[in-house]
């Protein structure tokens, strides 16, 4: 289990460098403006849409889903460093919207392959650790490259390092993915599924009673998320001026507290249940934004900070694990792909797009409104009438 820990931390490293700085780079060394900042944050949800499911499938049918996701870590690598040389902003977009697609996959691959392991394990008695606790190593690695880049950016400028320390967190996890230990045996999958094909099977239980009205508040939320990914950073910048360095660090708070928010997630859940959590988390999403929008303040930047585990758990997290508990092990993959795909990327391809129309025709502090509008109305979804399946104890 501890080599699928490093994967988590290794993996999420990849999105730690790029997240908190893409905006900022694509601004500063690109010529993008706001607007086309959000189109390509847009554009670029094509790699929720277009590759989780088929890639998920091919892991639930045919491939070995360690070779898939170090094939994938290699290919995207390779792509963002394309980045490097490109000018035009048409180009630019075309080409992080290629190494979207080929990326995007990585992580529900890694969630179900975890989970495929898991129950494998408790099947045959074995004690495994639950998803949080192996999930919390993403989150490590996700802070490190601000770290990184905190120390080298006082030497280096951004459009010299931010993509060439990118590629090489990518290649680090690919071949970090070639040692991990087998996943379980496809044999019984196929025996148990000649009649239907695990991606369809996933749909109908996502969208079934037991996940529809969860799956519904997920897409405001996911249509939500480009207002703070693509634009805190700016606002940082543009609005507060804060240095380039630092924008990584104030970015990385967050997900320094998340650590503790996810290593309480099991004490959570036994006081305030799934749904607590998530109305929890869905209320400090719509009050950091809220908050934003109001006051220009760098201490309040910072403050907000401090809430974003409970953000993550809400929206990222729990849903993981929500999601699975829909699973069948015959398409444990398929579902977490296909979650992604119609539940966060179709919303995420149109969000990006309106986020960036917001922020440049009103501003980003109105777009922060607009996305605590849309947040509180996920809150009330979540608070009124979502009712979730009965908790099952091999869910920690």
Same mark, same amino acid.
């Given at each position: 289990?501890?080599?699928?820990?490093?994967?988590?931390?290794?993996?999420?490293?990849?999105?730690?460098?790029?997240?908190?700085?893409?905006?900022? @780079?694509?601004?500063?060394?690109?010529?993008?403006?706001?607007?086309?900042?959000?189109?390509?944050?847009?554009?670029?949800?094509?790699?929720?849409?277009?590759?989780? /499911?088929?890639?998920?499938?091919?892991?639930?049918?045919?491939?070995?889903?360690?070779?898939?996701?170090?094939?994938?870590?290699? &290919?995207? &690598?390779?792509?963002?460093?394309?980045?490097?040389?490109?000018?035009?902003?048409?180009?630019?977009?075309?080409?992080?919207?290629?190494?979207?697609?080929?990326? *995007?996959?990585?992580? #529900?691959?890694?969630?179900?392959?975890?989970?495929?392991?898991?129950?494998?394990?408790? !099947? /045959?008695?074995?004690?495994?650790?639950?998803?949080?606790?192996?999930?919390?190593?993403?989150?490590?690695?996700?802070?490190? #490259?601000?770290?990184?880049?905190?120390?080298?950016?006082?030497?280096?400028?951004?459009?010299?390092?931010?993509? $060439?320390?990118?590629?090489?967190?990518?290649? =680090?996890? &690919?071949?970090?993915?070639?040692?991990?230990?087998? $996943? #379980?045996?496809?044999?019984?999958?196929?025996?148990?599924?000649?009649?239907?094909?695990?991606?369809?099977?996933?749909?109908?239980?996502?969208?079934?009673?037991?996940?529809?009205?969860?799956?519904?508040?997920?897409?405001?939320?996911?249509?939500?998320? $480009?207002?703070?990914?693509?634009?805190? #950073?700016?606002?940082?910048?543009?609005?507060?001026?804060?240095?380039?360095?630092?924008?990584?660090?104030?970015?990385?708070?967050?997900?320094?507290?998340?650590?503790?928010?996810? *290593?309480?997630?099991?004490?959570?859940?036994?006081?305030?249940?799934?749904?607590?959590? *998530?109305?929890?988390?869905?209320?400090?999403?719509?009050?950091?934004?809220?908050?934003?929008?109001?006051? !220009?303040?760098? $201490?309040? /930047?910072?403050?907000?900070?401090?809430?974003?585990?409970?953000?993550?758990?809400?929206?990222?997290?729990?849903?993981?694990?929500?999601?699975?508990?829909?699973?069948?092990?015959?398409?444990?993959?398929?579902?977490?792909?296909? @979650?992604? *795909?119609?539940?966060?990327?179709?919303?995420?391809?149109?969000?990006?797009?309106?986020?960036?129309?917001?922020?440049?025709?009103?501003?980003?502090?109105? =777009?922060?409104?607009?996305?605590?509008?849309? /947040?509180?109305?996920?809150?009330?979804?979540? =608070?009124? @009438?979502?009712?979730?399946?009965? !908790?099952?104890?091999?869910?920690?």
């Amino acid at each position: 289990m501890f080599r699928i820990k490093i994967q988590f931390a290794l993996t999420y490293m990849v999105l730690g460098g790029i997240a908190p700085l893409l905006a900022v @780079f694509l601004k500063g060394e690109k010529g993008f403006s706001n607007a086309e900042v959000g189109q390509l944050f847009s554009i670029a949800s094509l790699g929720l849409i277009l590759s989780p /499911a088929l890639v998920t499938l091919l892991a639930d049918t045919r491939f070995d889903s360690r070779r898939i996701l170090g094939f994938s870590l290699f &290919a995207s &690598a390779a792509l963002f460093s394309t980045l490097q040389f490109t000018e035009p902003v048409w180009s630019t977009t075309l080409l992080y919207t290629l190494y979207s697609i080929v990326y *995007m996959p990585v992580i #529900p691959l890694l969630d179900g392959y975890y989970f495929s392991v898991r129950h494998e394990r408790l !099947e /045959a008695g074995q004690q495994i650790p639950p998803y949080h606790q192996v999930r919390l190593w993403g989150t490590v690695g996700f802070v490190l #490259p601000s770290i990184v880049f905190l120390i080298l950016l006082a030497d280096y400028s951004m459009g010299k390092l931010f993509v $060439p320390a990118c590629v090489a967190f990518s290649l =680090t996890g &690919a071949i970090s993915a070639f040692f991990l230990p087998p $996943p #379980p045996s496809r044999i019984a999958k196929k025996s148990e599924s000649k009649s239907k094909i695990p991606t369809t099977a996933a749909i109908r239980e996502l969208f079934s009673p037991k996940g529809r009205l969860f799956c519904i508040a997920l897409a405001i939320v996911a249509f939500a998320l $480009p207002v703070y990914y693509a634009f805190f #950073p700016l606002f940082l910048q543009e609005n507060l001026q804060v240095e380039k360095r630092y924008i990584a660090i104030i970015g990385a708070i967050g997900p320094v507290f998340e650590i503790f928010w996810i *290593m309480s997630l099991g004490w959570l859940r036994s006081k305030i249940r799934l749904k607590g959590i *998530m109305v929890l988390g869905l209320t400090t999403m719509a009050l950091r934004l809220l908050l934003l929008s109001t006051f !220009e303040s760098v $201490p309040l /930047a910072v403050l907000v900070q401090v809430f974003h585990g409970a953000e993550i758990l809400a929206t990222i997290i729990v849903p993981v694990m929500y999601i699975d508990r829909l699973a069948g092990n015959r398409f444990r993959n398929s579902i977490q792909g296909v @979650f992604l *795909m119609l539940v966060i990327g179709v919303p995420r391809l149109i969000g990006g797009w309106v986020a960036g129309f917001f922020a440049e025709t009103r501003g980003v502090l109105d =777009t922060f409104l607009y996305g605590s509008v849309l /947040a509180f109305t996920a809150l009330l979804l979540i =608070t009124l @009438f979502f009712k979730p399946v009965p !908790e099952q104890e091999d869910i920690d």
